[in-house]
């Protein structure tokens, strides 16, 4: 188990994701009026609700939901069931949603929350009723055309099921199939989309393979490791693996290993469900201590966990040259200082993991429309977008000279002054 505390996880993540914010608004001269409005959340809910446990007893529970900005649409972003979920880790969190769909040029805003706990502490039907009553709870601070929220960590389907069954619910007869689309990340048979399942981790491995063609480095048995085996990971590793990389070292919460012979992305993945969800002792490889993972020899290293992993600490002992952040927030401020420079590049979250949005967008679009796309459809959809993302932030770094993670906020933030001054609210 990574050692950082609550305390250490959730400051840095406020404080880079504004240290990075003012660093582009300096960059581009930002308008001053419209650098106030986007140093602070619109909104910030924190709601305190009962739940009744399996045993009888109630449980007070504290969810979250922060809405950034809506300038550009509706505010828009996952939800997270972890102990380390409080305001200020969903205030960062929501800012990097604002930052992240404005750069995918999507018709949204950023939001973010979650609710603070374990979730392996409680059953299936505790979850459910965990998920219903927040949502209850949230009431029309969510919606269809207003707040669309996703899942994140800890969060799944099945969540989102619960969700909008539950919005649903609050609705008029009438009304309610005109609510589907208030989540994404829905289960196929619930107004789910194709592809959505694995829309981030292909994203990630996109990025990686565009970024390598420009480096004309061959993606065939180069060693990447990974730290976070689930939505994410798991799906990154799965297209790398197919594109002939090798996996050679995994961390999850319950720990470490390694094997430079390579690990079986399907294999271990169908031994950690059966594992309650842990990598632990999976055959023919080694546990590893927590802090020897980011320091294995590898080529790449996709941090697809948790914030502030890459720090000061174990920024140097990183051999990867491509750091491709599948996790929001995963390499701190001063990490990435160090990286620059040793040379590391590194793919920045609002770019690297924004095929998750991206195939919410697709979902949300399929049931505005009542459309149904094909798995191949929504894949080269997603193909063509990220391209085009890739694209505009490498060639932006090459004129600045300068790193990806500044220009991808560029031209985040440029489109969303553009909003506000075509309105002629700030001119
Ligand atoms: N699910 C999505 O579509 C998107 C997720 N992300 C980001 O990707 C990251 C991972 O999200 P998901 O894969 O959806 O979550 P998940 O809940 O499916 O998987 C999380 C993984 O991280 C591991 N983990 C948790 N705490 C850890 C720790 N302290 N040290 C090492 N590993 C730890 C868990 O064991 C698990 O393997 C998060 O930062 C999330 O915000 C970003 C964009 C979209
Ligand atoms: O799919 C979405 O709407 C948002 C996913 C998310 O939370 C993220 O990109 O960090």
Not at 279 to 296: K, Q, W
Request: charged share 25%.
């Amino acid at each position: 188990m990574i050692t950082k505390s609550k305390k250490e996880l959730k400051q840095g993540m406020l404080e880079n994701v504004m240290s990075q914010f003012n660093h582009a608004a300096d960059i581009v001269d930002l308008n001053p009026n419209i650098r106030k409005i986007l140093s602070i959340t619109n909104n910030e809910l924190i709601i305190h609700f009962p739940v009744k446990m399996d045993n009888g007893d109630v449980e007070v529970f504290t969810g979250y939901r922060v809405q950034h900005n809506n300038a550009l649409g509706p505010y828009k972003g996952g939800l997270r069931y972890h102990p380390t979920v409080d305001i200020d880790a969903a205030k960062a969190l929501a800012m990097w949603m604002t930052w992240k769909t404005s750069l995918a040029g999507l018709p949204y805003g950023g939001a973010k929350g979650g609710i603070q706990l374990d979730p392996s502490k409680y059953s299936t039907t505790e979850l459910e009723r965990i998920t219903r009553r927040f949502t209850y709870a949230l009431g029309d601070n969510i919606g269809p055309e207003h707040d669309i929220p996703a899942p994140d960590v800890n969060t799944n389907s099945q969540t989102m099921a619960w969700i909008v069954d539950t919005y649903m619910s609050t609705k008029s007869p009438a009304e309610r199939s005109k609510n589907q689309h208030v989540v994404t990340g829905k289960p196929l048979g619930s107004g789910g989309s194709e592809g959505r399942d694995r829309a981030t981790g292909y994203g990630v491995f996109l990025n990686i393979k565009f970024w390598a063609e420009k480096k004309k480095i061959d993606l065939k048995n180069k060693r990447f490791i990974v730290q976070g085996f689930g939505n994410v990971g798991f799906w990154t590793s799965y297209f790398l693996e197919l594109e002939g990389a090798k996996l050679v070292g995994v961390q999850d919460a319950f720990g470490t290993i390694a094997n430079q012979e390579g690990i079986a992305v399907a294999q271990l993945n169908d031994y950690m469900q059966g594992n309650k969800g842990s990598i632990v002792d999976f055959p023919n490889s080694v546990a590893l201590p927590t802090e020897d993972f980011f320091g294995l020899d590898c080529d790449i290293c996709i941090p697809a966990a948790l914030g502030n992993q890459i720090t000061a600490e174990n920024a140097d002992k990183i051999k990867a040259f491509l750091i491709a952040e599948g996790a929001n927030g995963p390499t701190d401020v001063e990490a990435e200082e160090i990286l620059l420079n040793n040379g590391v590049g590194i793919i920045p979250d609002i770019l690297c993991n924004s095929g998750g949005v991206i195939g919410s967008y697709f979902e949300w679009l399929q049931n505005r429309n009542g459309e149904l796309w094909q798995l191949d459809e929504v894949l080269a959809k997603l193909d063509k977008k990220m391209k085009e993302i890739f694209d505009r932030v490498y060639v932006k770094a090459e004129e600045r000279n300068g790193d990806m993670r500044t220009s991808a906020y560029v031209i985040a933030i440029e489109r969303i002054e553009k909003a506000y001054v075509q309105r002629g609210i700030f001119p």
